[in-house]
């Protein structure tokens, strides 16, 4: 099973700034959480970073045929990109939605999501953990039962 974890705009930041709320984890440090819990669970991770909206849809576009799942943290893009709803739309490949931090705790203007009508489910709120949840439920999704 292969997945493809895809994450949005500024998220490369983190670890640098703005602690009290991302946590001080880098994403690199998060990717290799991924890679390890991946590794034990036996399937296989591609793990990207852009801050550019074109290159995400690129890849998701990209994901049909490729991948099994996408876990995607959209970052800021979750709250605006009709473009990225309608990539995760057009492919059907089944998307995970994660976020760090509870978006429905925070400023208004986060609490909706353009994409969560076209993923599968929404995960927020538990940190890098978030990822391995994401991680777990792209498994789940696709298990035949
Ligand atoms: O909680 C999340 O994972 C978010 O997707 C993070 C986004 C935010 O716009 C969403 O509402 C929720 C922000 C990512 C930017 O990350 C930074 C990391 C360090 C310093 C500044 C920004």
């Given amino acids: 099973m292969k997945i ?7 998220l490369n930041l983190l670890g640098t700034r703005e602690p009290e709320v991302y946590g001080r984890m880098t994403l690199a440090d998060i990717e290799a ?3 390890q819990q991946a590794e034990q669970l036996e399937v296989t991770v591609d793990f990207r970073q852009s801050n ?3 290159e995400l849809i690129g890849w998701i576009q990209q994901a049909k045929g490729n991948f099994d799942a996408i876990v995607l943290n959209a970052a800021a ?6 473009a990225l709803r309608d990539a995760i739309s057009a492919v059907a ?10 978006i429905h705790a925070r400023e208004e203007f986060r609490h909706n999501s353009v ?15 978030s990822y391995i949840l994401g ?3 792209a498994i789940d999704v696709n298990d035949v039962k």
């Avoid at 994409?115 to 953990?129: H, L």
């Fill in 4 to 10: 493809l974890f895809l994450n949005g705009p500024n």
């Fill in 52 to 54: 550019v909206e074109g």
């Fill in 93 to 102: 490949v089944p998307t995970i939605e994660i976020h760090l931090t509870n």
């Fill in 77 to 82: 893009y979750t709250h605006t990109s009709i």
């Fill in 115 to 129: 994409i969560a009508p076209v993923c599968r489910g929404q995960i927020c709120g538990f940190g890098a953990k």
């Fill in 135 to 137: 991680l777990e439920a």
């Fill in 33 to 35: 959480q991924v890679r």
